[in-house]
């Protein structure tokens, strides 16, 4: 399979699950249940929908792809796992903006890891865009500090490092991913189901989160793991950024939950400077595709 065609396929494999997942924090809310609640019935339909899928892949293909691939397989489930938990307690902790708007910071961290450990020294543009999002981030912080939301805020900021070290992890390996991030979901289910034994089973209507767990995170979570292994880290954040822009429109849609003067200036200040570096790197990548393509004829 030629680059070009690889390349074409990652783009369209991430947008799905980017379009998929901003249904995701919708439904958490209409379930209307306890934190570890939700999180139980997540996880655990994330979990037997996805053994069910591979299972049936396995039987009908020998080219499933493995649940965890080696020990950088184990450290990307770990890493979803912990986002699980973090994400969770985060939905029940801030509002639906503040934490979309936190969440899109993983493309700043996945930058500083790339930096850090993959060699890959980011342009004076994206140092650029970084510092600016920093600043977005913390508008909307500084607008939580006295409201209570500061630990949601928090767990947010969690979420985005976990999510982009998964990402780091997954391109420095090559290997496909798809499945790790559904089998990462075991982590948060054990945690809520040992909190759930104690607290007892609170939700008014299961059927959202089941549907939710069953459908919406398969999808969603496979092709956004499974996009690094065809596209770069800051094209796969870019699919990301669909979540940040449209899950605060659901909510507001849905539940009339209106952001906060502070939250809309920092998203408005992530969002545009994300959109904007994404574009200049995606015109970068072409131009130099083009300048090997007139340096280096076939």
Not at 68 to 82: E, H, M, N
Not at 219 to 247: H, N
Not at 254 to 260: G, K, L, N, R, S
Request: charged fraction near 10%; glycine fraction near 10%.
């Amino acid at each position: 399979m030629s680059p070009h065609h690889d390349h074409q396929k990652g783009l369209l494999i991430t947008a799905i699950g980017g379009l998929t997942l901003t249904v995701d924090i919708p439904l958490i809310r209409l379930a209307d249940g306890g934190a570890w609640t939700i999180m139980l019935l997540r996880t655990g339909t994330t979990f037997v929908a996805a053994m069910l899928i591979w299972s049936v892949w396995r039987a009908l293909s020998r080219n499933a792809p493995p649940l965890i691939p080696g020990w950088s397989g184990l450290i990307v489930a770990i890493c979803y796992g912990l986002t699980g938990i973090t994400f969770v307690t985060a939905v029940y902790h801030t509002s639906t903006a503040d934490l979309v708007f936190i969440l899109a910071f993983n493309t700043v961290f996945a930058g500083l890891l790339s930096w850090i450990f993959l060699r890959e020294r980011p342009r004076l543009v994206t140092i650029a865009a970084m510092a600016i999002m920093i600043l977005g981030v913390l508008v909307i912080v500084g607008g939580s500090v006295g409201t209570g939301k500061l630990f949601g805020d928090f767990m947010a900021l969690c979420s985005a490092f976990f999510v982009a070290v998964a990402i780091t992890i997954s391109r420095a390996s090559g290997k496909d991913m798809g499945f790790t991030s559904l089998v990462g979901v075991l982590l948060p289910m054990a945690l809520a189901a040992f909190m759930v034994s104690g607290e007892g089973f609170h939700v008014n209507a299961p059927w959202w989160i089941i549907f939710n767990g069953a459908v919406i995170m398969p999808i969603s979570f496979f092709c956004l793991a499974a996009g690094p292994k065809y596209i770069s880290g800051p094209e796969v954040a870019m699919f990301y950024l669909l979540e940040t822009v449209l899950a605060p429109v659901w909510v507001w849609m849905i539940f009339a939950e209106t952001p906060t003067r502070n939250s809309l200036i920092g998203g408005a200040i992530l969002i545009v400077t994300l959109v904007a570096h994404s574009l200049w790197q995606l015109h970068d990548g072409r131009k130099q595709r083009g300048d090997l393509a007139v340096h280096h004829p076939v």
